[in-house]
């Protein structure tokens, strides 16, 4: 059983073959193999993404300045 990412809802729709959507918090979920995106749908019916709010990679060690340095 799928939950969603956002509200961890089990009301997931399926609304395509690959492609999901939460009634609860009205996301859209695209899964691929292992990689899963989550969309917000926008009044227009574009989608625009929220990996980077869920699926955030940690950053380099090199990129990690202790002190401001």
Same mark, same amino acid.
């Given at each position: 059983m799928m939950r969603c990412p956002n509200c961890s809802s089990? *009301?997931?729709g399926k609304?395509?073959?690959h492609q999901f959507?939460?009634?609860?918090?009205f996301i859209e979920l695209t899964v691929n193999g292992e990689k899963m995106s989550v969309y917000q749908v926008e009044e *227009?019916?574009?989608l625009?993404?929220?990996d980077d709010l869920f699926f955030e990679e940690p950053m380099p060690a090199?990129?990690?300045?202790?002190?401001g340095m």
């Open positions: 089990k *009301d997931i609304i395509g073959s959507y939460c009634w609860s918090c *227009d019916g574009t625009s993404s929220l090199a990129h990690i300045h202790a002190n």
